[in-house]
């Protein structure tokens, strides 16, 4: 089975402070993506990753980057919590389409972010 | 632009009855579509997904979707719904040939009630 893991299921922190969320992957996929989750809004994409070293901005970066050292691990991180980043945030991974076949993403259990 | 709609926010079905949980895509091209589940304080579950082929694509947890082309619809259904399937859930498409560029929609809160 696939298994995306997220590194906190609860966190709560303070306006202003430095914020990791690290995500780890053990399929070896290529893709990997950090979303937010917020009522009525869906999922809406952060960044996203193809391989290491590399990311892409998705729909909503500002206040937001990320790392990508290695290729099983994703982090995100938030340079200057506040407080309208308190939400749901999801990392998911794939692999690329082959032809044809198009992939689901595999989602880790979330991380829910208080900043106050 | 490019997008999936769920048209309910809410969807309430007593125990037994069918369900259906409704989405419409607006896409350029070939739509690969998905449906997720969520269930409280987890992650989204991958379902089933329609690429190409029958138009009638069977999922986890016995439910089922339709791709209707004319309709550019991917409703999901289930003909027995139970307690346990109140979640939320999401349709998704896939924008691209990389896999790099879902769109999700805003969910739909199904209940199940006994």
Known sequence: ?116 | AQSVAQPEDQVNVAEGNPLTVKCTYSVSGNPYLFWYVQYPNRGLQFLLKYITGDNLVKGSYGVEAEFNKSQTSFHLKKPSALVSDSALYFCAVDLDNYGQNFVFGPGTRLSVLP
Request: hydrophobic letters at 30%; glycine letters at 6%; charged letters at 25%.
């Open chain 1, 1 to 116: 089975d696939v298994k995306v893991t997220q590194s906190s299921r609860y966190l709560v922190k303070r306006t202003g402070e430095k914020v990791f969320l690290e995500c780890v992957q053990d399929m070896d996929h290529e893709n990997m993506f950090w979303y937010r989750q917020d009522p009525g809004l869906g999922l809406r994409l952060i960044y996203f990753s193809y391989d290491v070293k590399m990311k892409e901005k998705g729909d909503i970066p500002e206040g937001y980057s990320v790392s990508r050292e290695k290729k099983e691990r994703f982090s995100l991180i938030l340079e200057s919590a506040s407080t309208n980043q308190t939400s749901m945030y999801l990392c998911a991974s794939s692999s690329p389409a082959s032809g044809s076949f198009h992939n689901e993403q595999f989602f880790g259990p979330g991380t829910r972010l208080t900043v106050l």
